[in-house]
């Protein structure tokens, strides 16, 4: 890719390239197995990702002439790749917009050449900087052979072009050819449009670069290094800021709405929190494994039923990556790869807070090469170099099984690639196409076209039923995310399905069974008064028929939803179906106070357990009218003649800015000797009027009795924003 001489002494970068020139035909060759590879993944699995359909329903907007939305008339930034967008609307122009499969193999097509030319980078690259061909050989095999990598270059992401920019990167620092910042600012430019975040890999692989590489001069190779870096940036700056300007115009904000949406799970990112992260990262990665099984294993492998001695293999096989930053004897390059590594796993940790399958790829490449590298090390012999002469020490002796024990990584690879084929191939077949697919096209023919939905799978429902969608996180509705911003709901997706279902009002519900039995739980009501089950599609019978499946549990996930439909009308102000204007669970984790004689409050099967006496307090949400829930003391605790409980105080009260209390609701059990206080009890009341950001609930045994078998709790507790009748 770079004209050179083998063996030259680079001034810029300071490196000494020892490898020789790759041909023109191993290049081609290079390319060819790759594209090969990803056409026949393609034509076996036939996968298509959830999130490319999401991404497409825009990128069809537009090439319609409808406009790069998601929803016709409302300009929602609801993708997050330019890219991603762009290059499928391209497609479907291409086809006339007659054929959505059609665009697909064009937008495919294109990705695999992509990925192939990340590939020919590599392979260049390596063959450049190792005397010997076997890491380089080692780098392209492992590149190849990734299940995931592979699998979200073919499936309708972004992915294939965050790999080849990224490696176009590091080609650019490790080799220093001539115009090296025009390469660092075309291929920085090219990350971003490929994908918003990738800003952090960049910082982390330019840092990297910075410590770790050698310079000759020392100090005047890094400053014309960080001049190289300041002119790049400004290239990418001037080849980025266009789009940035013209989505800031178009949708009002230049941040994607994909952003904000998942940006409210998300903690706040600042000076203090990264530093206390950086602390936490030790022993996140001891107790959790901090995701780092990721690295190496298929999409959602750590955790959907992979065997165990896989994803072991892979965390500590990325567990010595994610340190070998910090070894002085490995090959520099090898070290700048580690630390974008290291960067890049923190930021999935802590920043993103969640390592979504096809983020993982990135950090999946920075290990490979500088597996390469250590390979490369092992092959020479550790050498102790001093970075003021550049000269070589004398080659330290190497044992056999450390230069073995590498070349066993690619087998294993290549057994995760096979199984994961396979698993791919039967998940588009049961779960996309046979079942979310389907979903989609029954909704299109069974709605309205001016109908709302409301769900999380967003992509293949969305997209084949062409309705309004209210989706969870709100990728595509504004909507929920307004709803969301009022919220102190806290915790798992689902805890906010019950007050985003009662404040938009859907026509229509698709929910995973798992979903409508946590809905039962939080909110017993809402599903079987004010909506009508009028269709379930269930593939768990198919799942199971396939005796082999790696990956299980991922298939379980989808393998049966329920459709709800709303059999009320919310313009009806009374009727036997008129349900809250907007209904606020509160939950464990939205309390600012826990308190209980027995330490915090617990959830029990939808019950918060709180041992008397006991105080829970959350903040009040702005425009709530009243609150309501259930109360109680568990079986157990009054049946006995002796040992039963005397009895308790529950209190529900408002507390002022000046910390006075108002008590708005107080009530005595004794369910020892009143039978009829046994089992729930609920409870209504008003706020008052005035400024009381707090609310609290507290329980006490009785005056002078104890507190023995105070087996009390409170459940389905809420706020609404109406008045109580």
């Known amino acids: 890719m770079y004209p050179s001489e083998p063996g030259l002494r680079n001034v810029g970068a300071g490196l000494i390239r020892s490898g020789t020139l790759p041909t023109r ?228 904000s230049p941040v994607p709405h994909t952003v904000i949406a998942k940006g409210l799970l998300l903690p706040k990112a600042n000076l203090s929190a990264i530093i206390y992260w950086l602390k936490d990262f030790p022993g996140r990665i001891i107790h959790t494994g901090a995701s780092l099984g990721t690295t190496f294993m298929p999409p959602y492998g750590e955790h959907s039923g992979w065997p165990e001695w896989a994803v072991r293999i892979s965390f500590y096989l990325a567990l010595a990556i994610l340190v070998t930053w910090l070894v002085p004897f490995v090959r520099r390059e090898a070290r700048v790869a580690s630390f974008g590594f290291f960067v890049g796993h923190f930021y999935l940790n802590y920043i993103a807070n969640f390592h979504s399958p096809w983020y993982v790829p990135t950090v999946t490449l920075l290990a490979f090469v500088a597996l390469a590298g250590i390979l490369d090390s092992l092959l020479q012999g550790v050498r102790q170099v001093s970075p003021e002469s550049g000269a070589d020490a004398t080659p330290r002796r190497r044992h056999p099984l450390l230069i073995g024990i590498p070349l066993l990584i690619p087998l294993g690879a290549f057994a995760l690639f096979l199984c994961t084929a396979y698993e791919m191939r039967m998940s588009q077949m049961i779960s996309e196409t046979g079942n979310r697919r389907k979903i989609g096209e029954w909704l299109h023919a ?29 990728l595509c509705s504004p909507e929920v995310v307004a709803v ?94 008129k349900m809250p204007g907007h209904v606020i669970p509160i939950s464990i984790r939205s309390l600012v106070t826990n308190q209980t004689w027995a330490g915090p409050a617990i959830n029990s099967k939808g019950n918060i357990t709180a041992h008397a006496p006991s105080v829970l307090a959350t903040l009040i949400p702005k425009g709530v009218r009243s609150v309501s829930g259930r109360f109680g003391f568990f079986p157990g605790s009054y049946e006995k003649e002796r040992d039963s409980t005397s009895g308790a105080i529950f209190t529900v009260s408002v507390i002022d800015a000046a910390r006075a209390k108002t008590v708005i609701f107080r009530q005595v059990l004794t369910p020892h000797e009143e039978t009829s206080q046994r089992g729930d009890q609920p409870f209504a009341a008003d706020l008052p009027a005035g400024d009381h950001p707090n609310i609290e609930f507290a329980i006490d045994p009785l005056p002078g009795k104890s507190n023995a078998y105070g087996w009390t709790y409170w459940s389905n507790l809420k706020f609404e924003f109406a008045h109580r009748k």
Request: glycine share 6%; with cysteine.
């Open 25 to 252: 035909r191993s290049c081609q060759t290079v390319f060819l197995i790759l594209f090969g590879i990803g056409i026949v993944w393609s034509f076996y699995t036939k996968h298509v990702w959830e999130d490319f359909y999401i991404t497409y329903r825009a990128s069809k907007n537009l090439a319609t002439g409808n406009g790069l939305t998601f929803t016709v008339g409302e300009r929602v930034h609801s993708f997050t790749s330019p890219l991603g967008v762009l290059l499928p609307a391209l497609a479907s122009v291409l086809t006339g917009n007659r054929s959505d499969t059609a665009a697909l193999w064009i937008f495919r097509l294109l990705s695999i050449a992509t990925y192939a030319g990340a590939g020919v980078i590599l392979w260049q690259m390596a063959r450049r900087l190792f005397a010997d061909v076997w890491p380089a050989v080692f780098l392209v095999v492992l590149f190849a052979t990734d299940a995931k990598t592979i699998d979200f270059t073919v499936n309708g992401m972004e992915t294939p072009y965050v790999l080849f920019f990224l490696s176009w990167t590091l080609a650019a620092l490790f080799l220093s050819p001539p115009r090296q910042a025009l390469h660092l600012g075309l291929s920085w430019a090219g990350l971003m449009w490929s994908r918003p975040d990738s800003f952090i890999y960049i910082g982390a692989i330019s840092v990297g670069a910075l410590l770790f590489l050698r310079f000759t001069p020392f100090w005047l190779g890094r400053w014309r290094l960080l001049k190289n870096y300041l002119l790049g940036g400004a290239i990418t700056t001037v080849l980025y800021l266009p789009w940035l300007l013209w989505a800031w115009w178009y949708y009002g």
């Open 484 to 577: 969301r911003l009022q919220s102190p709901t806290k915790g798992d997706y689902v805890q906010y399905f019950p007050e985003l279902i009662t404040a938009l009002h859907p026509d229509w519900l698709v929910l995973r069974s798992s979903e409508v039995s946590q809905v039962d739980m939080l909110m017993p009501d809402i599903l079987n008064r004010y909506y009508q089950r009028v269709q379930t599609f269930d593939v768990r019978d198919k799942v199971a028929a396939v005796r082999f499946l790696p990956g299980r549990p991922y298939l379980d996930f989808d393998a049966r939803f329920e459709v709800f439909h709303r059999n009320w009308d919310p313009a009806i102000e009374n009727g036997p179906y």
């Open 446 to 474: 069974n709605a309205s076209p001016k109908d709302t939905v409301f769900l999380e799978c967003l992509g293949y429902i969305g997209f084949f039923s062409n309705l309004k969608m209210y989706d969870f996180p709100g």
